[in-house]
Nanobody
Framework: QVQLVESGGGLVQAGGSLRLSCAASGITFSSKTMGWYRQVQGNQRELVATITSGGGLNYAESVKGRFTISRDNAKNTVYLQMNSLKPEDTAVYYC??????????????WGQGTQVTVSS
């Protein structure tokens, strides 16, 4: 059974920092691309950052230079360090892992989400 458990969300003032963590179980963590997504109620879920098994990084333009994704394969944990937070970063943040089926279809796993609120 796959479980992704996020933690570290909260309320912070603009300009502040937060560090999100996602502990994974039930997957071969070291071989997976891990990601962080976020969603504002009423909007689509959007990509924030991903990190491949080899350490390749990808960021949304809106967070480049402010957010850093990293992973610790020994702890089966992926992190998102968020600096210089802005009110528009307010959202529920979700941890993601996925696999591709033999039919080349993507199947996603999601955590329960953690709320990040940035006050102005």
């Amino acid at each position: 059974q796959v479980q992704l458990v996020e933690s570290g969300g909260g309320l912070v003032q603009a300009g502040g920092s937060l560090r999100l963590s996602c502990a994974a179980s039930g997957i071969t963590f070291s071989s997976k691309t891990m990601g962080w997504y976020r969603q504002v109620q009423g909007n689509q879920r959007e990509l924030v950052a991903t990190i491949t098994s080899g350490g390749g990084l990808n960021y949304a333009e809106s967070v480049k230079g402010r957010f850093t994704i990293s992973r610790d394969n020994a702890k089966n944990t992926v992190y998102l360090q968020m600096n210089s937070l802005k009110p528009e970063d307010t959202a529920v943040y979700y941890c993601n892992a996925y696999y591709m089926t033999i039919w080349n279809t993507r199947y996603d796993y999601w955590g329960q989400g953690t709320q990040v609120t940035v006050s102005s």
